[in-house]
């Protein structure tokens, strides 16, 4: 009988999958490639138990082609890849970092193939340890590392410019004053998309299944947080996934009570039939991989191409502003969901190959 860790490696579309099971940890290090159509692959290390090894496959596998779509359309030189480090749970720090330094030797060992930054589970100084031996094909160290730091404000700027073009297409007007946004995930990207929102006068709600996270939102910004299943039942104008996958899915699109949904969760609709749910409630759906690259192009315009803090803001912006509108307007246009829409922008760019990377052109090479 074939295997379902068989079915996902046979069948898939993308280009390879590098599984290797670190014995000191009873850790698997799965990296998926899968596309170099536009450049070596990139994509975060996402660190976190799984429940078998073809779940953590299968992520790997879903998120390395978000990646790809993602660089598409942010015009970078990069292809898709991700790392998923399924590790047993209560790992200790000290057998963590060893992991960490391990599976640098991998990146090492595969030459450039792949490179890497942070993801759900980990911060910018594991990318510190992954570098003393995966350099120099890490993003996202600490600053005194040589690095940009946490990608996650960046990526936040950009969740917050898709909102704009959001409102500015269900209201008329992009200003989020007095929108409610419901946040699911006070973490990296979460924490300070939510005190980009409070500075705009929105009027915000978040949940996070972490206690510690609660915390630390309630500390730095006053918020209480609301219990992590009502924010899909919660009447707001803009729901904002910024934790887990699959969280639009048959059971809690018809409980959602929002008028669209942008966020920074990477793989947000459980599958395709979801985009097709969500467009039927006369939900607006702002693709994730779309209002979601402000990480990648901050990690690696400041690390490859030069660009300042400011400047990386600023491009991140005009970036979401722009290809998020083309989308909604071709979304309009072809009369698909938005999802299909973003595809065929991306699709576009990868059958162009390379030379349509204009973020790259010029750029040093990493
Ligand atoms: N993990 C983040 C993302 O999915 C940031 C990242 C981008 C990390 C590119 C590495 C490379 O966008």
């Given amino acids: 009988m074939t295997s379902r860790v068989e ?5 898939w579309d993308g280009e390879e999958v590098i599984v290797r099971h670190d014995q000191l940890t009873n850790a698997w290090i799965v990296i998926a490639i899968h596309s170099t159509r536009l450049g070596p692959a990139a994509g975060g290390t996402r660190m976190k138990p799984y429940e078998s090894l073809a779940d953590a496959v299968e992520d790997a596998q879903r998120l390395a082609e978000g990646m790809t779509y993602k660089f598409a359309i942010a015009d970078l030189p990069r292809g898709g890849g991700k790392a998923v480090l399924a ?6 720090e000290r057998e963590r970092a060893d992991l960490l330094r391990r599976y640098g030797a991998l990146i090492a060992q595969l030459g450039g193939l792949y490179q890497t930054g942070p993801d759900v589970g980990t911060s910018a100084v594991d990318m510190d340890v992954i ?7 890490v993003f996202g160290r600490t600053p005194d590392h040589g690095g940009s730091g946490d990608s996650g404000p960046a990526t936040a700027v950009g969740v917050l410019a898709g909102m704009r073009v959001t409102c500015e297409r269900l209201f008329g007007q992009g200003a989020l004053a007095g929108r409610s946004v419901v946040v699911q995930g006070a973490g990296s990207v979460g924490l300070p998309l939510l005190r980009l929102l409070l500075e ?3 009027d915000v709600a978040f949940a996070d299944a972490a206690p510690e996270a609660c915390e630390r939102a309630h500390a730095e910004l006053g918020l209480r947080a609301i219990a992590p299943e009502e924010v899909y039942d919660r009447a707001c104008d803009i729901f904002a996934p910024c934790a887990l996958g699959g969280i639009l899915n048959e059971r809690t699109i018809p409980r959602l009570r929002c008028r669209a949904v942008v966020g920074s969760a990477n793989n947000q609709l459980a599958s395709e039939g979801d985009a097709v749910r969500l467009r039927d409630r006369g939900i607006l759906y702002a693709p994730d991989y779309v209002v979601n690259c402000g990480g990648a192009m901050a990690l690696l ?3 490859t191409l030069g660009w300042s803090h400011e400047e990386a803001d600023a491009r991140i912006a005009a970036t979401v502003r722009a ?3 083309q989308i909604y307007a071709l979304a309009d246009a072809e009369d698909v969901p938005t999802d299909e829409a973003a595809r065929i922008v991306a699709d576009a760019r990868l059958e162009r190959g390379p030379a349509s990377a204009s973020a790259g052109r010029g750029g040093a090479a990493m």
């Avoid at 079915?7 to 069948?11: A, D, E, V």
């Avoid at 570098?131 to 094909?137: C, N």
């Fill in 131 to 137: 570098a003393e031996t995966g350099a120099p094909y």
């Fill in 7 to 11: 079915t996902l490696l046979g069948r």
């Fill in 200 to 202: 705009e006068g929105a």
């Fill in 301 to 303: 315009g400041r690390e």
């Fill in 87 to 92: 590790v047993p749970q209560g790992l200790r």
């Fill in 323 to 325: 290809t998020l509108a």
